[in-house]
């Protein structure tokens, strides 16, 4: 049975239904149709929230297809709906890069989805719209105060760091000059696109608590240096208000459903690895002031959404999570142990073995922040018994507690027990969360804590370009900004080809980005796109409409 022959079978319910299983009347709802709402801000309740329990779902070093963290999400919350415990799944929305590219939707799969997935994996409410509108409105004033005569701050074009961006894969914007056509359109400069899920709007979006957080941050964007070294800032540009207003309904979370009819909120959408990888504080807390238990997630592995979630989204919401699920499959297991990609399905219990170092190392990484993770095995049609048992015995002799999830194929049955262990871990309170670092540790300090603790780098080494930008960061009085170090998830390393669990390797920084709104400071390393490409046969090609407007091959 297919993802789309699942979802038509089940019974989707009038979201006021879902809504008053969180407790919330029709009126407190903003409809988007039958199936969608937003949530209004006044929901949040601090009090409430902080008697929830947060429950991280994270993931080992995946392979290029991912490991199902999004469906593992699901399939959890829809268990411990199912042992008595009032959950709320917390989820990023989806980026059209990839629903048109070549890794699809961000709805899960199977049994285990929120719906409806046409929506939210193409407009869904227009959040996305509303972050690229007010991303481009910012650089289209930025292009009018460079031009104009009469209000210019002498900007020189040569420092602005602001792009635009587009919710698309288009390799062919990532370098572009803009202001061509003679003196009435505007002052020649190099620019680009970047994809919006990766822009700082974005960014700014999920970490901002409140309407009032959000237009400050924006205000705080960074845009460039005028002529006589002045730094100048969307506040001076007289932006963020115009900015606020294209975002005041974006800001609010969007609520829908599971495919078993428990509640769902969708919010934000940043990638993993060039930006923090979670959802919107305000989705977050909007679960947890509603439910007993939150279950949410964090992008690619452990190394880039789970670190980024712990070390800057938590201790920017002072959130403690209660539990960490490792995401594991035994095809990620054998792809770290040398496994082609072709033979992933394949039986091999030796090479299975031999990707035991990338889970351990993840396993290592989650006990640095003071949690004891729980592993879950996200199962495969094609995995062997003996493969999930070599997996499972690996866990008994490290006294860590794992479980087979079949939330795929059974949704929130096939987490029944999953579920009960997180249930004992919360109970337990083995959990006392900790981060890694102090915002106010210098910069190269706390760069080098990520690189060596958590990716297992020997020693960090800075680009002429990235060495002037920390001379530049602490010239602005930044330092004391976390950082989110942009990198590749195929590798706990900076180089892709590097996999399981490399050690001794350097760790390259390019260049140093600086987003003050969002309030991090981001290190690039390897060669990192912020605009990604379309494969040669990009998904696209298999999504149509029929002529009773159904959407065919989105999944």
């Known amino acids: 049975m297919t993802d789309l022959e699942i979802a038509n079978k089940s019974q989707l319910q009038p979201i006021q239904q879902i809504a008053e299983k969180l407790g919330l009347i029709p009126d407190e709802l903003e409809m988007y149709g039958k199936y969608k709402a937003k949530l209004p801000l006044d929901v949040i309740n601090d009090s409430k929230a902080e008697k929830s329990h947060l429950i991280l779902v994270s993931a080992i070093s995946p392979t290029p297809g991912g490991e199902g963290k999004t469906t593992m999400s699901i399939g959890l919350s829809e268990a411990l709906n199912q042992l008595g415990k009032k959950t709320t799944v917390?989820?990023?929305?989806?980026?059209?890069?990839?629903?048109?590219?070549?890794?699809?939707?961000?709805?899960?799969?199977?049994?285990?989805?929120?719906?409806?997935m046409e929506d939210i994996n193409l407009h869904f409410t227009g959040d996305f719209s509303a972050i690229e509108k007010a991303n481009n409105l910012l650089s289209a004033i930025i292009d009018n105060n460079v031009q104009s005569k009469s209000n210019s701050l002498g900007l020189d074009p040569r420092t602005i760091a602001w792009k635009r961006v587009m919710d698309l894969n288009d390799r062919a914007l990532r370098n572009i000059v803009v202001g061509l056509g003679g003196t009435t359109n505007g002052i020649p400069r190099e620019t680009g696109f970047d994809i919006t899920a990766a822009s700082e709007i974005m960014a700014i979006l999920c970490l901002s608590s409140d309407l009032i957080d959000l237009k400050k941050r924006l205000g705080n964007i960074f845009v460039g240096y005028t002529f006589d070294k002045k730094a100048i800032y969307a506040r001076d540009l007289k932006a963020e208000g115009a900015m606020t207003a294209l975002l005041k309904d974006a800001i609010k979370p969007n609520l829908v459903q599971t495919i078993d009819g428990n509640p769902a909120i969708i919010h934000g959408g940043p990638f993993a690895n060039i930006a923090q990888g979670t959802n919107t504080v305000i989705a977050t807390k909007m679960g947890m002031s509603l439910s007993d238990y939150t279950v949410t997630e964090a992008g690619f592995g452990f190394d880039l959404g789970g670190e980024k979630f712990l070390d800057i989204k938590c201790q920017s919401a002072n959130l403690k999570p209660k539990a960490v699920v490792l995401t594991t499959t035994i095809r990620a297991l054998k792809y770290h142990g040398g496994a082609d990609l072709k033979t992933l399905k394949e039986p091999n219990e030796v090479v299975l073995k031999n990707g035991f170092p990338n889970l351990e190392k993840h396993i290592e990484n989650v006990k640095k922040y003071g949690i004891t993770p729980i592993i879950a095995i996200n199962k495969f049609s094609t995995d062997s018994e003996e493969e999930i048992e070599a997996v499972l015995e690996y866990a008994r002799s490290n006294n860590i507690q794992a479980e087979v999830a079949d939330v795929w194929a059974s949704g929130g049955k096939g987490a029944l027990d999953l579920a009960q262990i997180v249930i004992d871990s919360v109970d337990a309170e083995i959990s006392d969360f900790k981060p890694l670092y102090n915002w106010n540790s210098p910069v190269e300090e706390k760069v080098a804590k990520i690189a060596k603790e958590i990716y297992g780098a020997d020693r960090v080494e800075y680009a002429s370009k990235a060495k002037a930008d920390l001379k530049r960061i602490e010239n602005l009085g930044l330092?004391?900004?976390?950082?989110?170090?942009?990198?590749?998830?195929?590798?706990?390393?900076?180089?892709?080809?590097?996999?399981?669990?490399?050690?001794?390797?350097?760790?390259?920084?390019?260049?140093?980005?600086?987003?003050?709104?969002?309030?991090?400071?981001?290190?690039?390393?390897?060669?990192?796109m912020r605009m990604p490409g379309l494969p040669a046969h990009p998904a696209s090609e298999q999504i149509d409409v029929d002529e009773e407007g159904r959407i065919t091959g989105l999944f």
Do not use: H, W, Y
Request: charged share 20%.
């Open 90 to 116: 917390v989820l990023r929305e989806p980026s059209l890069g990839p629903v048109f590219g070549m890794k699809g939707g961000a709805t899960g799969g199977g049994r285990s989805q929120v719906l409806p």
């Open 479 to 528: 330092t004391s900004l976390p950082i989110c170090i942009a990198k590749t998830e195929k590798s706990l390393s900076d180089d892709p080809k590097l996999l399981g669990r490399p050690k001794d390797f350097v760790l390259t920084v390019r260049e140093i980005e600086i987003a003050a709104g969002a309030g991090f400071i981001i290190p690039i390393t390897g060669n990192i």
